[in-house]
């Protein structure tokens, strides 16, 4: 999200007018929903890219005329390449977080707690001493907290929908074990022989299994 260039109608939703609330109401709720091109713009970067828009809900509760309280979640559904097969893995991941946004405060972090179907680890929001974020003037510019938990949410490794069954790719010639009749312990059908494709010589480069298991993903992802 550009916090410079004219906002997008769901990046304007992010940007809470205080003057417009204070003194009017104790507390404000937000649900935003982010185009899939907003959260491929914030994963830029990464191997991972959105697969449906993004959810934002926050609520804000005001502390007094300087002090606010966020919590709320983001929610998406990520593209990641699987970690044996480069094939697309589909992670929904949400990040749920509590802020403290401060007048005049330095940032001291974000508060998360992160999940997805393929992670078992959670980060826990200590909600009785929330981490501590600053704004100025009378604008509450969200957006960078919502960048920033899209970021942290893409998980580290993740496994295509084979799971542990996925064999990867071949080390040798960068095959797919996945959609070869050869089982794993036997190795590469195309290695062997048994396939017309000729092996490689064994001078190539030991790093050819990945160039080109790469190759054919942007491949697919220029045919689509």
Known sequence: MSTEATPTPAE???LVDLNLLSGTVSSHHLEVDLPKAEVDAILDG??????????????LQFLGDTSILVRGA????????CARCLEPADVPCVAELCVQA?????????????SSDDEDE???????????????????????LVAEQIAMAVPMRVLCA???????????????LNDLSSS???????CRGEATTPAPAPEENAN??????????RDREGDS
């Open 12 to 14: 304007s939703a992010l």
């Open 46 to 59: 990464t191997d991972a890219k959105a697969a449906a828009p993004g959810r934002v809900r926050l609520d």
């Open 74 to 81: 983001v929610k998406v559904r990520l593209e990641v390449p």
């Open 102 to 114: 401060v007048k005049g405060a330095g940032a001291a972090g974000v508060g998360a707690r992160r």
């Open 122 to 144: 959670e980060v826990e929001v200590d909600l009785d001493a929330p981490d501590v974020v600053g704004y100025s003037g009378h604008i509450l510019d969200l957006r960078p």
């Open 162 to 176: 084979r799971g542990e069954d996925c064999r990867g790719l071949c080390q040798a010639c960068g095959a797919n």
């Open 184 to 190: 794993a312990s036997a190795g590469c059908p195309l």
């Open 208 to 217: 050819q299994a990945w160039k080109a298991a790469l190759q054919a993903l």
